[in-house]
């Protein structure tokens, strides 16, 4: 590392002129016309999100046997009903997904396909929805268990979605 040289006296005079001119900023300007300027607020340290959904509990014995996971993950599930929920709305897609679940039950499907699409990211908002869906109260009682999809079936775009056995 260099040594600095010292500073001349014409080095000197410049740093005076230049120290004269200099204050604290926090002494020149009060908090609020520094927010304002910066565009801050020192008030907000942190941002408030949202609670998180409760967990759904995917599978009990009773529900899903291992055979049928082993299944599920090789892709060799044999789809009862196939729900394309494509080119619909949040909001048009969630009433036609319960009446299909509700019908597929009623005419003894065990399993459905349920083709939500994958979104830009892996964020589409009928795949980042479904979860939620399949635990409201219209359609949990039906419900068993759900998975994403084998590759074969639709992979990360497609979940199946394991009914109860319809007794009535």
Request: with cysteine; net charge positive.
């Amino acid at each position: 590392m260099k040594k600095s040289r010292p500073l001349t006296h014409e080095d000197l005079h410049i740093w005076n002129r230049v120290a004269r001119t200099v204050r604290p900023l926090l002494y020149v300007m009060s908090q609020s016309d520094l927010e304002k300027e910066l565009g801050l607020d020192f008030r907000k340290s942190h941002i408030h999100l949202p609670p998180a959904p409760k967990p759904i509990l995917h599978k009990t014995p009773t529900d899903l046997q291992t055979r049928t996971d082993k299944k599920t993950r090789k892709g060799k599930i044999e789809i009862d009903k196939k729900i394309d929920l494509h080119d619909l709305t949040r909001d048009q897609a969630f009433p036609v997904l319960v009446k299909k679940l509700h019908r597929a039950y009623n005419s003894g499907a065990r399993c459905v396909l349920v083709v939500t699409g994958k979104g830009t990211n892996l964020e589409g908002v009928l795949r980042m929805s479904l979860p939620t869906w399949l635990a409201d109260a219209k359609v949990r009682p039906i419900i068993a268990s759900f998975a994403p999809a084998h590759i074969r079936h639709g992979g990360t775009g497609a979940f199946y979605v394991f009914l109860k056995r319809n007794l009535g």
